[in-house]
């Protein structure tokens, strides 16, 4: 009897933390511009480890001289984050981005954001913005504005 009743509350105890993320409200809500040849950008926003956000971005810009126009999810060609919307978060703004720091073992912290998504933060600190494999470019152009949600 006291082991049924050990697993009963240990499923109800999963139930209500299942309950507790789906039910979720937003609390906070930030649009930014992020500038393709500008590098690492502060987006006014501090989260808080274990916290819920959620990334939106639309717009396009250009990596280079006789690049197509992309979106933020990047141009794909090479690796991942080629002209990809990236995040870090941090206290302090990331080192610059290169051809080596797209690579996760030079920099772990990184995050692809692409179009968006919902995210849990794994750290405290600000939250910052990026065009893939580029810090403040000279050939880079155009923009991508970001709605960034955070929960509670």
């Known amino acids: 009897m006291k082991k049924n009743l050990g697993i009963f509350l ?6 209500g933390c299942c309950l507790k993320a789906a039910a ?5 809500s ?14 006014g926003i501090e989260l808080k480890i274990t916290q ?6 639309w717009g396009s ?14 141009a ?9 919307l990236l995040g870090w978060i941090a206290e302090e703004k990331p080192a610059k981005l290169g051809y080596d720091s797209v690579k ?8 692809y954001f692409g179009r968006g998504g919902r995210y849990k933060s794994g750290s405290n600190g600000k939250l910052w913005f990026s065009m893939g494999e580029w810090s403040g470019c000279k050939e880079c152009s155009g923009e991508i504005e ?3 949600i955070i929960y509670e």
Not at 24 to 28: A, F, G, L
Not at 52 to 57: L, P, S, T
Not at 61 to 74: A, F, H, T
């Open 10 to 15: 240990f499923f109800l105890l999963l139930f």
């Open 24 to 28: 979720q409200t937003p609390v906070k």
């Open 61 to 74: 810009w250009v990596s280079g001289y006789e690049v197509p126009l992309q979106g933020p999810e990047g």
């Open 146 to 148: 970001v709605l960034i």
């Open 52 to 57: 819920f956000y959620e990334i939106r971005a």
């Open 104 to 111: 996760r073992d030079v920099i772990p912290n990184i995050i």
């Open 30 to 43: 930030k649009r930014v511009k992020i500038y393709a040849e500008k590098g690492w950008q502060d987006s």
């Open 76 to 84: 794909g060609f090479g690796n991942l984050f080629n002209g990809a």
